[in-house]
């Protein structure tokens, strides 16, 4: 059976490439969505309207000098071979795309219909496509691909059989496989293992076990058990695992700008930051579980007594992201304060205690070369010789995160905070959050290391509210 997807406005907002992730089925663009994202590529959102003339610049050039016939009928959508290794690639045929010209549909007595002259007009006339093409192509499974909740209860509403979210940027069905940087074994670990052998590499104890049992391993990962022994995967060949053996003692005992560890996992998380082989490293977990504090602590310690890095930047997604930081006067700085307040909660518990705190504050501020950015300004830019710290990023689409991923330079490190139970983005869940993406791809990337900081540490009244409201 033949498939026509009819896409809303907010799936090309959310992928501009999303035309290219049917298959070899149609996709179905009404007129109404070329001129929702004409109109949206003008705004002053620079993220948004990007979007939009990606979005715009693709269908361009999918649609060439296609006949309005052609057009209406659908053009061959062209995508590259990339099973040829030759510079000129061979281009095969994968789907069609066509433009639903929506304003000529009519209500007549076999189709229902929307009504188009209300608020929700847009909408309407989107739905009423995926309708009439239910139901003059009865050969066909016709499905309306929106990412807007309430428009696929209306469009079921209004007797259109298939309704569906955008599912091409999920890389997880369930959010509980996401990988959290170890994994725990109940009882004993080597209960498990037949067979092992042990290396010392100087002070270092190695073991070698089968790949076999364990599949899902990734390097810069820890194996955890209840008899407190604690492996950490220093590599992963064809046949073998690495397991460098770790002193728990050794791993509590660990120090960042004069904190320690509260809990197995923050100990894991500082290993990680300390991990020299680290470009990128993802912490995620709940409020209060402590990522931004041990993320600054890190910072300090490395930028202000080993002289690792030359700054330390900081920024984070805003309600919306980005968002305009306005023209009125003050520095970028002064303008992102009110969002990176949680930076200067963090430098109090630092240096809180100190007999004038303020001027301590003030004091590393300067010497450590602490910059806060607005996201809406790092495209285009080159970070070299800095530590780079996002926060919150479970707001950002998997586009944004990787504008921002691709602008750490040489002898820079990225570290990256979220919490997936806190996304205000209305187009955006757990599963399809920039964090969640980040995690799943970069965890085979041997610089890349990931940490889920699950201990809640800020006060027991954070951790009943985080557990039970």
């Known amino acids: 059976m033949e498939k026509i997807y009819v896409l809303d406005t907010n799936v090309l907002l959310h992928d501009p490439l999303a035309i290219y992730a049917f298959a070899e089925h149609m996709v179905v663009i009404p007129m109404t969505v070329l001129e929702e994202l004409d109109i949206i590529k003008d705004r002053r959102d620079k993220d948004v309207s990007r979007e939009a003339r990606l979005a715009i610049n693709t269908i361009d050039k999918i649609v060439g000098d296609a006949t309005p016939r052609q057009l209406q009928a659908g053009v061959p959508i062209h995508t590259l071979d990339k099973s040829t290794n030759s510079n000129e690639q061979a281009k095969s045929c994968e789907g069609s795309l066509a433009i639903f010209p929506d304003q000529q549909i009519t209500a007549t007595d076999n189709i229902p219909f929307l009504n188009g002259n209300h608020d929700h007009a847009n909408d309407n006339r989107i739905i009423n496509v995926a309708l009439s093409l239910q139901a003059t192509h009865l050969r066909s499974s016709v499905c309306l691909v929106t990412k807007d909740i309430n428009m696929r209860i209306k469009a079921k509403g209004s007797g259109l059989e298939r309704v569906e979210d955008y599912r091409k940027d999920k890389v997880l069905d369930d959010l509980d496989l996401m990988t959290k940087g170890y994994i725990e074994f109940t009882g004993s670990f080597w209960s498990s293992v037949d067979s092992v052998k042990t290396e010392a590499h100087g002070r270092h104890t190695v073991h070698v076990i089968s790949k076999s049992l364990l599949e899902s391993l990734h390097l810069n990962m820890f194996i955890i058990d209840e008899e407190d022994f604690i492996g950490f995967v220093v590599n992963i060949d064809h046949d073998y695992v690495y397991l460098l053996d770790i002193n728990k003692q050794h791993l509590m005992n660990q120090n960042f700008w ?212």
Request: glycine share 6%; charged share 20%; no cysteine.
């Open 258 to 469: 004069g904190i320690h560890p509260r809990n197995l996992e923050q100990a894991m998380a500082f290993y990680l930051l300390r991990h020299e082989n680290s470009d990128l490293m993802v912490m995620t977990g709940p409020a209060g579980s402590g990522k931004t504090l041990l993320a600054l602590a890190y910072g300090l310690q490395v930028t202000m007594e080993e002289k690792r890095f030359n700054k330390i930047i900081v920024a984070r997604s805003t309600p919306p992201m980005a968002e305009d930081i306005g023209f009125l006067p003050g520095t970028e700085e002064e303008k992102m304060a009110p969002w990176l307040a949680a930076f200067d909660d963090n430098l109090e518990i630092l240096h809180g205690a100190d007999e004038h705190s303020i001027s301590s504050i003030d004091y590393v501020k300067q010497k450590a070369n602490i910059q806060f950015k607005s996201l809406n300004f790092m495209r285009g830019r080159s970070f070299n010789n800095a530590l780079i710290i996002i926060d919150e990023a479970q707001g950002l689409t998997q586009f944004q995160l990787k504008s921002i991923v691709t602008r750490i330079g040489s002898n820079s490190k990225i570290i990256v905070l979220g919490n997936l139970a806190q996304i205000d983005n209305k187009y955006i869940t757990p599963l399809t959050s920039g964090l969640t993406y980040l995690v799943e791809k970069s965890k085979p990337f041997k610089y890349a290391s990931i940490m889920h900081v699950n201990g809640i540490e800020r006060s027991r009244l954070a951790e009943f509210a985080e557990e039970n409201l």
